[in-house]
């Protein structure tokens, strides 16, 4: 089981691109988040998918749209990227409520 | 929403000794209370985590306690090794919600 993946590894983007950043479990998990981690904040919510079907903002949503394309596949969109979209961006999931989240390698974004 | 105070920010113990590091909450109906350990450049990883019906949980040189009245707890690791260091967070999850709320992090340093 290769687990939680996300693509890619690393992306620069000027101000104003757009991108999406790709996120699969192999866990038959239902549930899928998207964190972001920045310096000395730890990890903050973006938004998260309870299961197939369902997606709700958490903690810091503006700017990023979520898809979850079916059970395995969420991902992250950024409409039109600013500097302070900067970060290392994190996808889990987990196989109930308050349970485990296993997280993916990340994807560190870099907006000039 | 949930608030989550971790410290110290950062911890430095010399290998052998004992680390203890606190989280406090804010919202009394919080149930799930994980710890996360990320080395440098990794994903974060589960190491122990506790719900709120228990008062301690100990896995070989980790255990975790909670105090539900003081709305804390704390993560104890003992004989420090140098692969001990990294950094921890605690997190905390509210009664039939998906959203972990995550503290700022102690990075540790074990001194060999």
């Known amino acids: 089981n290769a687990g939680v993946t996300q693509t890619p590894k690393f992306q620069v983007l000027k101000t104003g691109q757009s991108m999406t950043l790709q996120c699969a479990q192999d866990?038959?998990?239902?549930?899928m988040y998207w964190y972001r981690q920045d310096p000395g904040m730890g990890l903050r919510l973006i938004y998260y998918?309870?299961?197939?079907?369902?997606?709700d903002k958490g903690e810091v949503p503006n700017g990023y749209n979520v898809s979850r394309l079916n059970k395995r596949e969420f991902s992250l969109r950024l409409e039109s990227a600013a500097p302070s979209q900067t970060s290392v961006y994190f996808c889990?999931?987990?196989?109930?409520?308050?349970?485990?989240?296993?997280f993916g390698p990340g994807t560190r974004l870099t907006v000039t | 929403g949930e608030n989550v105070e971790q410290h110290p920010s950062t911890l430095s113990v010399q290998e052998g000794d004992s680390a203890v590091i606190k989280c406090t909450y804010s919202?009394?109906?919080?149930?799930?209370f994980p710890w996360y350990k990320q080395e440098l450049g990794k994903r974060p990883q589960l190491i122990i985590d506790?719900?709120?019906?228990?008062g301690e949980k100990k896995d070989q040189r980790i255990a975790v306690t909670l105090n539900k009245t003081a709305k804390h707890f704390s993560l104890h690791i003992t004989e420090t090794q140098p692969e001990d260091s990294a950094v921890y967070f605690c997190?905390?999850?509210?009664?039939?919600?998906?959203?972990?709320?995550f503290g700022k992090g102690t990075k540790l340093s074990v001194i060999p």
């Open positions: 889990a999931s987990s196989d109930r409520l308050a349970g485990e989240q296993y």
């Open positions: 866990m038959n998990h239902n549930s």
């Open positions: 998918s309870a299961s197939e079907g369902t997606t």
């Open positions: 919202d009394s109906a919080s149930n799930y």
């Open positions: 506790i719900r709120s019906n228990v």
């Open positions: 997190a905390v999850s509210g009664a039939g919600s998906y959203q972990l709320t």
